[in-house]
């Protein structure tokens, strides 16, 4: 007679994320300008969270919900997932500004520069 094999403990908290992870991962373009972690009541005192975004498709906007749950866990690390994807993009709404500051700085070094010239005749002059 054959002894059944114990089966391996699968966690499903891990499972869910990871599944929710990859999704989140293929919609990272669109969720790092739109799209919120939203809940909404499932029932009388349940309460379910979901991604709310929004796609341009066809010249159209069309509003679209990926479903997280109630497990604070997942809920948690969507959240966290979301605060990283917008913080590691967010320097570049910055990075016109410090362009024109660049600018701007090498314009001033440029106009220092023909101001300090020796006149004609300074042999020990470096440039």
Do not use: F
């Amino acid at each position: 007679m054959r002894t059944a094999r114990p089966r391996p403990q699968v966690n499903s908290l891990e499972i869910r994320w990871e599944t929710l992870r990859s999704r989140l991962d293929a919609l990272a373009g669109v969720l790092t300008r739109r799209g919120c972690l939203c809940s909404r009541r499932a029932g009388r005192s349940s309460r379910v969270w979901s991604v709310r975004y929004s796609e341009v498709v066809d010249g159209r906007r069309i509003q679209r919900t990926l479903y997280v749950g109630k497990d604070p866990v997942v809920v948690q690390r969507t959240r966290q997932y979301l605060v990283d994807l917008r913080d590691d993009t967010e320097w570049i709404d910055g990075l016109p500004a410090l362009c024109r500051a660049a600018r701007g700085v090498l314009r001033a070094l440029g106009r220092a520069r023909k101001c300090s010239r020796p006149h004609d005749g300074a042999a020990d002059w470096p440039l």
